[in-house]
C-alpha cells in the first residue's frame, strides 16, 4: 500500500480508482447491483475534494494530502497506474465473459437433465405399456 506521500509524488503515474454501485436488471429481468468502475487522475481527485470541502464549510483546503485522503476515504479508492488500470480493465472483461460462460453451460446442463429425465420418463411409459 501506497503512503500519501508516495502517490503525491507520483501523481503524475497514478489514477485513482474506485467503484459505484448502480441498480440493474439482467435480461430475465433480475434486479441485482451493478459495480461501476470510475477512475481520475490524482490531482483532480484532490481538485474535486478540495470544492467539495469548501461547500461544506472547510475553510483551510489548501493540503493536497488531506484532500487527498479524504477523497481516498469517502470513495474507498485505490491507486493505480494507467498500464495497471488497463489491465484490470481487461480481466475483469475476460471473467465477466468466463461467467457468461459458466451461466450458459448451466442453463444447457439443466436443459439436457429435463429432456433426459422426459425420455426415461417416456421409456418408462412404453415399458408399463408393453408389460401391460
Given at each position: 500500500m501506497k503512503t500519501i506521500e508516495e502517490?503525491?509524488?507520483?501523481k503524475d503515474n497514478l489514477l485513482l480508482v474506485w467503484q459505484e454501485p448502480r441498480c440493474a436488471i439482467d435480461a430475465s429481468g433480475?434486479?441485482?447491483t451493478a459495480n461501476v468502475k470510475l477512475s481520475t487522475t490524482?490531482?483532480?481527485g484532490i481538485?474535486?475534494?478540495?470544492?467539495?470541502?469548501?461547500?461544506?464549510g472547510i475553510k483551510d483546503v489548501s493540503s493536497d494530502g488531506d484532500q487527498l485522503f479524504e477523497f481516498m476515504t469517502i470513495h474507498?479508492?485505490?491507486?493505480?497506474?494507467?498500464d495497471e488500470s488497463r489491465?484490470?480493465?481487461?480481466l475483469l472483461t475476460k471473467i465477466k465473459k468466463l461467467e457468461d460462460t459458466i451461466?450458459?453451460?448451466d442453463e444447457n446442463n439443466c436443459r439436457m437433465s429435463r429432456k433426459v429425465r422426459n425420455m426415461e420418463a417416456e421409456e418408462e411409459?412404453?415399458?408399463?405399456?408393453?408389460?401391460?
Open positions: 502517490i503525491l509524488y507520483n433480475v434486479e441485482y490524482v490531482q483532480e481538485d474535486i475534494q478540495r470544492k467539495r470541502s469548501l461547500e461544506r474507498w479508492a485505490s491507486t493505480y497506474t494507467n489491465e484490470i480493465s481487461r451461466e450458459e453451460l411409459e412404453r415399458t408399463n405399456y408393453k408389460l401391460s
